[in-house]
């Protein structure tokens, strides 16, 4: 037990300092590493795993609304950035550049992709000449990079890996369908895949997306009461269609620009479950995404190890007959305890207990990593009855995350008040809004809150803007940020 007890005291209570608690439970669980660059990581395989069931589910889903993918280059020559000045804004403190290359000054300075809208666009310029032509709909997983000055793990990084979907249509109607329809798509894999509730809306004009017309997001609430913005999905209008020429002939022969769209998520997706479901005692994965949804541990005396293996090794088949993410973990230099431990640290949802008195009664122990409970389950009904709790605690994680944040997002009426809640305790604020960007300014200046976004379905409607007590023209969502 000393082993156990120790085990667990690697990681630092979320009550004592969050942060270390977030960096102790990704080193412990083995899902990084750091590298020697500032503020880029190396991807261990049970983080890289997440990465790819989280990529699996959404280009699947990309896919049945029509998208499909392509690969754009990662340099992007300076001269794109200046066509749309409002997006080259935007970036270029976070632009790294390329100056030489093969022992030779380069003509032009080449940009390692921040983004690729400009690089799209030059080409979307000249794949597009006819309504025929669109709509266009187009994915990239890829790569990109923004030097930050600050890094997080998962959460920001000077190097990420994300998807950005990049459309065409024929007019504003429909890129406007397809922004909201990609804002949904966002909004049930979060809630259905990851079980983290989100607050869907529009940003504020100071927080859109540099060089779109609107900007909408999905917002999180973490363990620590701060936001992240879990996804984007942007209507471009034609800025960049006219900045780069993308040009089509309409129905009645004439030429008219394409309006675009963009939309993202990328690798924070997986600092936020991280942040949104975590405990003490470590991580705590959703089953639909984590790399193993079962662990089965065989226990008991030396003389029956044989007989018992044999028949973990038959369940296992079954499960993983069924599609189940499953391993065994049979080593004899490891206690069950440690096991235990081990792999409940690293947010397996659910571990299979196994022993010979198991075997005479013909039933096996299923334990929830959320819950801890023990099920004492027929060996017959096994399959089902996994799969049953997986979807239970699923649905327990959604439902706790949920209570989280609703204990946590509170309305108020002035910024005072605001700044009193902040002080007492942690999370979201809904708040009236003028709509003037000075007001918006003295809310971060005052209390370190951004505003988050403007929710389609806001709990009240507030009326008194929190900082001017002028009439509200939005309630908006403010709390602080990662």
Partial sequence: MSNDKQFVKEITPQGEDFSRWYIDVIKKADLMSYSPVRGCIVFKPDGYEIWENIQRELDSKFKETGHRNAYFPLFIPESFFQKEKEHVEGFNPELPWVTEAGGEKLEERLAIRPTSETMIGHMYAEWINS???????????????????????????????????????????????????????????????????????????????AGAIDTFSIEAMMKDGKAVQAGTSHYLGTNFAVAFDIKFLDRENQHQFAHTTSWGVSTRLIGALIMVHGDDRGLVLPPKVAPTQVIMIPIGPPKTREQVIGRVDELFADLKKAGVRVKVDDRADQSPGWKFNEYEMRGVPIRVELGPRDMENGVVVLVSRVSGEKKI???????????????????????????????????????????????????????????????????????????????????????????????AKHTVVFGRSY
């Fill in 131 to 209: 309504y025929r032509d669109l709509p266009l709909l187009i994915n990239q997983w890829a790569n990109v990079v923004r030097w930050e000055k600050r890094t997080l793990p998962f959460l920001r990084t000077t190097e990420f890996l994300w998807q950005e979907g990049h459309t065409a249509h024929e007019d504003e109607q429909d890129a406007r369908r397809e922004t909201m329809q990609m804002l949904d798509v966002y909004r049930q894999f979060a809630e259905d895949f990851l079980a983290i509730p989100v607050i869907v809306g529009q940003k504020t004009p100071s927080e859109k997306f």
């Fill in 377 to 471: 389950v027929q060996q017959s009904d096994f399959v089902q009855e996994v799969q049953n709790l997986l979807a239970e605690i699923h649905q327990q994680m959604y439902d706790k995350a949920k209570q989280f944040r609703d204990e946590h997002y509170i309305a108020v009426d002035t910024i005072d008040e605001f700044k009193t809640f902040l002080e007492t305790k942690r999370g979201f604020a809904l708040a009236g809004w003028c709509g003037s960007n000075a007001c918006e300014s003295q809310v971060k200046e005052e209390t370190g809150a951004t505003s988050r976004n403007i929710p389609f379905t806001p709990s009240e409607t507030k009326s008194t803007c929190l900082v001017c007590g002028d009439p």
